[in-house]
């Protein structure tokens, strides 16, 4: 079993709908998940962070966190073409510092 | 946020030469960065983890005689591609370490050797 798994996609989304988008982790001691969305040949950007079980919302963004389940998503409302792009899923590698990264969902979002 | 800035954001170079990259945070300081590349349609691909003062500890199957990294400073590491080859072409991201793990992305070099 990969370390971060995510559904890689594509996942295409009416604007204006809910886009949802899951990760799955092994690593039972990780403590810590980040979101990154990366737009075609452009680097990464850190939207969301999450250390706790729970909801975390930031504007259109919500994240979810289960530890129980090793389950981590992302929620993104009123989706508009803007947000078509690679979201990845990370989280530490045993405790150390280097990420491990999901393979990425591609998000497309219609007008 | 924390912003990084990578230097140059493209280059063109020919077979056998070296190319340097440099990564900078440029609003904070940053014991631990991290060099990735990333190919086409693919992940990215973590290379080295670089510690200022201190050796970089490369993954495995990087070659750290051929991928040279410096953090001499605590915003500051760069990273040299020596002897590049057509196949070292590809996009070269730095990113630069915060706290609770966060790691915040350079916007990448795209290295293309001729």
């Known amino acids: 079993q990969k370390e971060v798994e995510q559904n890689s996609g594509p996942l295409s989304v009416p604007e204006g709908a809910i886009a949802s988008l899951n990760c799955t982790y092994s690593d039972r001691v990780s403590q810590s998940f980040f979101w990154y969305r990366q737009y075609s040949g452009k680097s990464p950007e850190l939207i969301m962070s999450?250390?706790?079980?729970g909801d975390k919302e930031d504007g259109r963004f919500t994240a979810q966190l289960n530890k129980a389940s090793q389950y981590v998503s992302l929620l993104i409302r009123d989706s508009q073409p803007s947000d078509s792009a690679t979201y990845l899923c990370a989280a530490p590698n045993q405790g150390a510092q280097k990420l491990v990264f999901g393979q990425g969902t591609r998000l497309t979002i219609n007008p | 946020g924390a912003v990084v800035s990578q230097h140059p954001s493209w280059v063109i170079c020919k077979s056998g030469t070296s190319v340097k990259i440099e990564c900078r945070s440029l609003d904070f300081q940053a014991t631990t960065m991290f060099w990735y590349r990333q190919f086409p349609k693919q992940s990215l691909m973590l290379m080295a983890t670089?510690?200022?003062?201190?050796?970089?500890?490369?993954e495995q199957g990087v070659e750290k005689d051929k991928f040279l990294i410096n953090h001499a400073s605590l915003t500051l590491s760069t990273l040299t591609v020596t002897s590049a080859h057509p196949e070292d072409s590809s996009f070269y991201i730095c990113?630069?370490?915060?706290?609770?793990?966060?790691?915040?992305f350079g916007p990448g070099t795209r290295l293309t050797v001729l």
């Open positions: 990113s630069a370490l915060l706290l609770l793990n966060e790691q915040f």
């Open positions: 999450i250390y706790s079980n």
């Open positions: 670089s510690n200022e003062g201190s050796k970089a500890t490369y």
